[in-house]
């Protein structure tokens, strides 16, 4: 038969714990964890906040091991709900801090139903679908300032810098790219509309 080794009370194992043992650390923790994991839930009213409250709580005890005066019980469990109820006061605090902050910012846009935005997207391939033969068919520089001014929504002057040619260039031939493709497509009502 195994000798059964002495159980150490919490003093004893916190003399060795100040001493820097980890495992009388360990031992605490095994101890008293539950009491301080369900101190933290009932402050909080979350099982995941309090687990990672308790951590927080003995790595704290730990930083702290050194200041420890257990109660005249011996118990290091009043101390260790002491930290407890700061640590999660600090994390109320901070929530605070984080609410506020997110309320000072602009509210989000309202999205868009997916549905919706997937039947735009379906229409407007097969609009292009119905453009872009006859659009291949313009000159190149006929596409390109199309391409940035009708479609992109460029200014003439944005337009003439990202093309490196004047501005009057750009009006020119966007005039004739229009005349072209509205030619080419022989739908002079819609065009217009989708060329803007």
């Not at 990672?52 to 091991?65: C, G, K, N, P, Y």
């Not at 901070?94 to 379906?122: F, H, K, N, T």
Request: hydrophobic share 45%; with cysteine; net charge positive.
């Amino acid at each position: 038969m195994d000798p059964v080794e002495p159980v150490e009370n919490d003093e004893a194992l916190w003399r060795r714990a100040a001493a820097g043992d980890a495992a009388g650390m360990g031992a605490l923790f095994r101890r008293h964890a539950n009491a301080v994991y369900n101190h933290c839930f009932r402050r909080t009213g979350n099982w995941s906040t309090a687990e990672d409250l308790t951590s927080v709580v003995f790595l704290e005890a730990w930083r702290q091991r050194s200041r420890l005066r257990p109660s005249a019980t011996g118990s290091v469990l009043p101390w260790l709900l002491g930290i407890a109820t700061n640590v999660v006061r600090n994390h109320v605090r901070a929530l605070g801090r984080y609410e506020r902050a997110l309320a000072r910012l602009p509210p989000l846009a309202d999205e868009a139903d997916p549905a919706d935005v997937a039947a735009l997207r379906v229409d407007a391939e097969v609009e292009m679908a119905s453009i872009l033969p006859a659009y291949h068919r313009l000159r190149r520089e006929e596409q390109d300032v199309l391409a940035l001014c009708a479609w992109s929504g460029l200014s003439y002057e944005d337009a003439s810098i990202a093309l490196a040619v004047p501005v009057g260039t750009v009006r020119s031939r966007l005039n004739r790219a229009r005349r072209h493709l509205r030619e080419l497509l022989d739908r002079p009502a819609t065009l217009e509309k989708e060329l803007r």
